[in-house]
């Protein structure tokens, strides 16, 4: 498989495979953050895809919807704004405004789920 040749779905299968029993959502929310902001995580072949808000929006939506994205403790489901690109540019604005801090350390964990 070359760069050329990933799109969004192999990534997903990519995450599927690596997670077998599901990201929970506090993680999978920074696996999306971090993949917004570097592709550097990933690993060769995908370091080419495109990974919009509205793509990484709709990677994790996919995610949940199989049930790899584990809600968090109390949570009978994940809420439906996560579906939602708005949720994302929010999020992305959030960061690069300073309101909310990268977490650095979940560069060690990346490749727990990619």
């Avoid at 997670?19 to 959502?25: D, E, L, T, V, W």
């Avoid at 708005?86 to 604005?93: M, N, Q, R, V």
Wanted: hydrophobic content about 40%; proline content about 8%.
């Amino acid at each position: 498989m070359n760069n050329s040749g990933c799109q969004l779905d192999d990534l997903y299968n990519h995450i599927c495979a690596k997670s077998p029993h599901g990201i929970p959502r506090p993680e999978a929310e920074k696996l999306m953050l971090t993949l917004y902001c570097t592709l550097a995580i990933l690993p060769k072949e995908f370091q080419a895809l495109p990974l919009s808000k509205t793509n990484l929006a709709t990677l994790f939506s996919k995610l949940a919807g199989i049930g790899k994205i584990i809600p968090n403790e109390g949570e009978a489901n994940l809420p439906p704004e996560l579906m939602e690109g708005g949720y994302w540019e929010d999020l992305a604005e959030q960061l690069f405004r300073g309101k909310i801090a990268p977490d650095y350390s979940f560069l060690e964990r990346a490749s727990t789920y990619v």
